[in-house]
């Protein structure tokens, strides 16, 4: 049976540039008062869109219910405005994708991007149609669930139901090893992101790589030790 590929976006497919992302959410936190929140020091790596917009919300308790707007606002402004130019795709991902697809692999996504979101950023790098499925931030805020998410939009799209250990989670982050394992999921880290690879090791990832580049060599790394 051949595997199933579900990628992270950010850091693992892709870079957005800060300086586009940090004029969208100030933006959007000036037009809602909320301009005194600080983004300093903030982790939103391996995290759901959902779950950063409530925390973000959350301090200021008095706005609780503002959360649909700011996504929506947020969603609407990042579709609306996201280009080419402000988005970087990272080395090997165009030879992981095109190893897929010449080799009907199928490509889903496993992300914490609020749906729309998503597809507008693998959009801005040419990848436009390549991912059919996937589980997304905006489904829920935990990113433990996003695997099982995917895994049911598979069956739908696919009309047939996989296994979990068909499934291939491939992230930068240590949130996206741990929804692998918690999926029963194959789990491999990239140093692509904000972690080094003594960082990941520590989560015990099926594989680290430092680049997607010779999909064939990890993906056979991957076979053989789930049949050791």
Not at 140 to 169: C, T, W
Request: aromatic share 10%; net charge negative; proline share 3%.
């Amino acid at each position: 049976m051949k595997p199933i590929l579900l990628f992270d976006i950010d850091g693992t497919l892709l870079h957005v540039k800060k300086n586009f992302l940090h004029e969208i959410i100030h933006q959007i936190l000036t037009e809602f008062e909320l301009s005194d929140i600080s983004l300093k020091n903030r982790s939103f790596a391996g995290r759901t869109d959902r779950d950063i917009f409530t925390e973000l919300i959350e301090e200021f308790s008095h706005t609780r219910n503002l959360y649909d707007s700011i996504s929506a606002r947020y969603i609407k402004l990042m579709t609306e405005n996201l280009s080419a130019e402000d988005v970087d795709m990272i080395e090997g991902v165009r030879d992981a994708i095109d190893f897929a697809r010449l080799h009907n692999i199928p490509v889903g996504l496993c992300t914490g991007n609020y749906r729309e979101v998503a597809y507008a950023k693998v959009g801005a790098v040419g990848l436009n149609e390549i991912f059919e499925f996937g589980g997304f931030g905006c489904d829920h805020h935990d990113r433990n669930h996003l695997p099982g998410l995917a895994s049911m939009e598979y069956k739908k799209r696919f009309n047939q139901s996989a296994e979990s250990n068909r499934f291939i989670v491939i992230g930068d982050t240590p949130n996206d090893v741990r929804c692998a394992r918690h999926f029963g999921a194959k789990a491999v880290a990239v140093t692509t992101g904000s972690f080094n690879k003594i960082q990941l090791e520590k989560y015990k990832p099926d594989l680290i790589l430092d680049s997607l580049r010779s999909p064939k060599n990890w993906l056979d790394q991957l076979t053989k030790a789930s049949q050791m």
